[in-house]
């Protein structure tokens, strides 16, 4: 018996540390989905792993794409590139954060201005968890450098 307890008590906490893994790659997969369809202008797509209250922020986004940013888009060798570098979540709660290395991106920041490549630059991400399904949270467009 006293060799059972030992046995139980590793299972019961490998499970847990399983769940952890598994909502951790779930952020990782939404917030790696989003970043990838957001940052190369894939604006409906990046929808798909928003909160509905998200929306007004991609058809913000979308607003101010003009056609020399298309032209610029369709001009680039490679697609923009996003890492998760890091994810802020603790278990039980239903908020965090996730920060996003981005490289080789359009970036369309001024009015006036003409947008340009941004070779690498960070972005912080809020998400939201309900139940097992992870989902961005904007709150403003995304922007470098934190």
């Known amino acids: 018996m006293k060799a059972i307890l030992p046995l139980a008590v590793s299972l019961a906490i490998m499970s847990c540390g399983g769940k952890r893994h598994a909502m951790h790659d779930a952020i990782e997969k ?3 989905g989003f970043s990838e369809a957001y940052f190369n202008y894939d604006l409906a797509q990046a929808m798909a792993y928003c909160t ?3 929306r007004p922020w991609i058809e ?5 794409i003009r056609q020399s940013d298309i032209d610029a888009l369709n001009g680039k060798s490679r697609p923009a590139e996003v890492e998760v570098e890091s994810v802020d ?3 039980g709660d239903t908020t965090g954060t996730a920060v996003v290395e981005i490289r080789n991106y359009l970036l369309n920041d001024s009015i006036d201005g003409q ?9 912080r991400l809020r998400f939201v968890v309900r139940g097992k399904e992870c989902l961005v949270r904007m709150e403003g467009l995304p922007q470098s450098g934190m």
């Open 30 to 32: 939404c917030v790696g």
């Open 115 to 123: 947008a340009h490549i941004v070779e690498k630059a960070h972005a």
């Open 89 to 91: 979540y603790n278990e």
């Open 60 to 64: 913000f986004a979308a607003s101010n």
């Open 52 to 54: 509905a209250d998200s």
